[in-house]
């Protein structure tokens, strides 16, 4: 039962260019999400969360889209960079008492020069 | 450098062995998590720790435990390893539980041959 969903596996974008990931949830408790990039070999980094009384947080480069409705959130990257290149988990919590996060599979995001 | 340190970084090991992973929090942090990434799957939550107590469990096997320490380390235990526990170990951190975001370890590479 995949509660959290990214459906692009990859995606592949050209320095300077917006990078847009998207990732889809189920469970209508969810409100509180997060986004983390991860190399190769090192553990997550959290980049940027949003909570469920938002529908958009920003920072920096990183902004993240909340459409509760469609139970639907998206986070967009302003310019890219080449560093920018690693996998993107999307991740979300449904409990002010636990952080039990429950994550996508992830999208590998390359980001070409 | 996230400030949760993992040991040890591989570890490779026979089946039926039993193993301890350990973490150290990032200092203040309170909660501990444990995440596993096996090679096909995302990150899947396994077990919560607060200030020394059990606060939220994932699927975990009934061969795995953890536990908090006073000092706030934490260790997983495995035991009676099969092939299919192969995988990367995660340890996350936060300041306290609920809605904030968690800082990840390195992770520990678990090989069972």
């Known amino acids: 039962d995949q509660q959290v969903k990214q459906n692009s596996p990859s995606l592949s974008v050209q320095e300077g260019r917006i990078s847009i990931l998207n990732c889809d949830y189920t469970?209508?408790?969810?409100?509180?999400f997060l986004w983390y990039k991860k190399y190769p070999a090192e553990g997550p980094t959290f980049l940027i969360s949003?909570?469920?009384?938002?529908d958009k947080n920003e920072d920096g480069r990183f902004t993240v889209f909340l459409n509760k409705s469609a139970k639907h959130l998206s986070l967009h990257i302003v310019p890219s960079q080449p560093g920018d290149s690693a996998v993107y988990f999307c991740?979300?919590?449904?409990?002010?008492?636990?952080?039990?996060?429950?994550f996508g599979q992830g999208t590998t995001l390359q980001v070409k020069p | 450098d996230s400030g949760v340190t993992q040991t040890p970084k591989h570890l490779i090991t026979a089946t039926g062995q039993r193993v301890t992973l350990r973490c150290s929090p990032r200092s203040g942090d309170l909660s501990v998590y444990w995440y596993q990434q096996s090679l096909d799957q995302g990150l899947q939550f396994l077990i919560q720790?607060?200030?020394?107590?059990?606060?939220a469990k994932g699927n975990i096997l009934e061969r795995f435990s953890a536990q908090q320490f006073p000092d706030l380390h934490s260790e997983l235990n495995l035991s009676s390893l099969e092939l299919g526990d192969s995988a990367l170990y995660f340890c996350?951190?936060?300041?306290?539980?609920?809605?904030?975001?968690?800082?990840f370890g390195p992770g520990t590479r678990l090989t069972v041959l």
């Open positions: 949003i909570s469920s009384i938002k």
């Open positions: 720790y607060y200030n020394g107590e059990e606060r």
């Open positions: 991740a979300a919590t449904g409990s002010s008492n636990t952080g039990k996060l429950i």
């Open positions: 469970n209508s408790m969810f409100d509180y």
């Open positions: 996350a951190s936060s300041v306290f539980s609920g809605y904030n975001e968690q800082f």
